[in-house]
């Protein structure tokens, strides 16, 4: 009884956040059956998510990783048709390009690295001679190898569960690591990894970090990281910022409400990537 008087006091609010479509859908679930939508957005999304796949063949279509294959599979839950239209996380594409470029890296070490959105596309670019991808779930390794295989970068790819320094520590001497660029997305983890002891390990080399500050309540442990971070780095904030579907010429035929439906990257809020670059570079 006490299960069914919550699900009607969930009602409301339900209503109030999604609509009847919503209502429907939620309803839906509470009966046993499988309905991955919230509300009429997030099947619009799912049908254009199939619309580029079709459209795209599975190959980012625009942008600094155009050409990479994709699996017409997701590891996340949501549609992000944005991935294959080659503008997702399209500022961090941006900064990770440049900052190959400007220094040569050798290396490039993912920790996070889902199916390799970045790691198999700066590796199939030839802008470095060897990635390591760290995946704490079996499916998304399972995905990082397929989509390195595909992309025919599997003999530059080495593939590790949770991320961890263990294997650097033991592998990278201090020449190796001012040749490596760090992308970290781990979900809030960083700052359980990144110690003061780690990022002095790390003070040679470039790391590009997603920045999930809000999930911490300890407001202290974010005091610390910062401070250490500005012990060994010279820190730059990358912001979330807006896309322009319009400059995808494949686009030019959808409705302007789906164009902009498609930029959807399911965030909960506008993202800050931390740029940490050495002092004593």
Request: charged share 30%.
């Given at each position: 009884?006490?299960?069914?008087?919550?699900?009607?006091?969930?009602?409301?609010?339900?209503?109030?956040?999604?609509?009847?479509?919503?209502?429907?859908?939620?309803?839906?679930?509470?009966?046993?059956?499988?309905?991955?939508?919230?509300?009429?957005?997030?099947?619009?999304?799912?049908?254009?998510?199939?619309?580029?796949?079709?459209?795209?063949?599975?190959?980012?279509?625009?942008?600094?990783?155009?050409?990479?294959?994709?699996?017409?599979?997701?590891?996340?839950?949501?549609?992000?048709?944005?991935?294959?239209?080659?503008?997702?996380?399209?500022?961090?594409?941006?900064?990770?390009?440049?900052?190959?470029?400007?220094?040569?890296?050798?290396?490039?070490?993912?920790?996070?690295?889902?199916?390799?959105?970045?790691?198999?596309?700066?590796?199939?670019?030839?802008?470095?001679?060897?990635?390591?991808?760290?995946?704490?779930?079996?499916?998304?390794?399972?995905?990082?190898?397929?989509?390195?295989?595909?992309?025919?970068?599997?003999?530059?790819?080495?593939?590790?569960?949770?991320?961890?320094?263990?294997?650097?520590?033991?592998?990278?001497?201090?020449?190796?690591?001012?040749?490596?660029?760090?992308?970290?997305?781990?979900?809030?983890?960083?700052?359980?990894?990144?110690?003061?002891?780690?990022?002095?390990?790390?003070?040679?080399?470039?790391?590009?970090?997603?920045?999930?500050?809000?999930?911490?309540?300890?407001?202290?442990?974010?005091?610390?990281?910062?401070?250490?971070?500005?012990?060994?780095?010279?820190?730059?904030?990358?912001?979330?910022?807006?896309?322009?579907?319009?400059?995808?010429?494949?686009?030019?035929?959808?409705?302007?409400m789906d164009k902009w439906i498609m930029m959807d990257e399911a965030r909960p809020s506008n993202m800050t990537w931390l740029v940490l670059t050495p002092k004593n570079?």
């Amino acid at each position: 009884m006490f299960t069914v008087f919550r699900k009607i006091k969930n009602i409301v609010p339900t209503y109030r956040e999604h609509g009847l479509d919503g209502l429907l859908y939620s309803i839906l679930r509470n009966l046993g059956f499988k309905c991955r939508y919230h509300n009429f957005i997030d099947k619009r999304l799912h049908i254009l998510t199939k619309k580029i796949e079709k459209i795209s063949n599975d190959v980012v279509m625009w942008g600094p990783y155009k050409g990479t294959k994709l699996l017409n599979q997701t590891f996340w839950f949501v549609d992000t048709p944005n991935r294959l239209i080659g503008l997702y996380e399209y500022e961090v594409q941006k900064k990770l390009i440049e900052l190959v470029k400007k220094h040569e890296f050798e290396y490039f070490i993912n920790f996070g690295a889902a199916d390799g959105y970045h790691l198999i596309s700066i590796l199939r670019q030839r802008f470095v001679k060897k990635g390591l991808g760290f995946e704490i779930s079996s499916e998304g390794r399972k995905f990082l190898q397929k989509t390195a295989d595909i992309n025919s970068v599997s003999d530059k790819i080495e593939i590790f569960e949770k991320a961890n320094l263990e294997y650097i520590r033991e592998k990278f001497s201090e020449e190796m690591l001012s040749k490596t660029l760090f992308l970290i997305d781990i979900e809030g983890d960083e700052f359980d990894l990144l110690d003061d002891d780690a990022l002095k390990f790390l003070s040679k080399s470039t790391l590009v970090i997603e920045n999930h500050d809000f999930m911490i309540k300890n407001k202290e442990k974010i005091n610390n990281y910062f401070s250490n971070i500005k012990k060994y780095f010279n820190l730059e904030y990358l912001k979330y910022s807006s896309r322009n579907p319009n400059v995808v010429s494949e686009l030019n035929n959808f409705l302007e409400m789906d164009k902009w439906i498609m930029m959807d990257e399911a965030r909960p809020s506008n993202m800050t990537w931390l740029v940490l670059t050495p002092k004593n570079k």
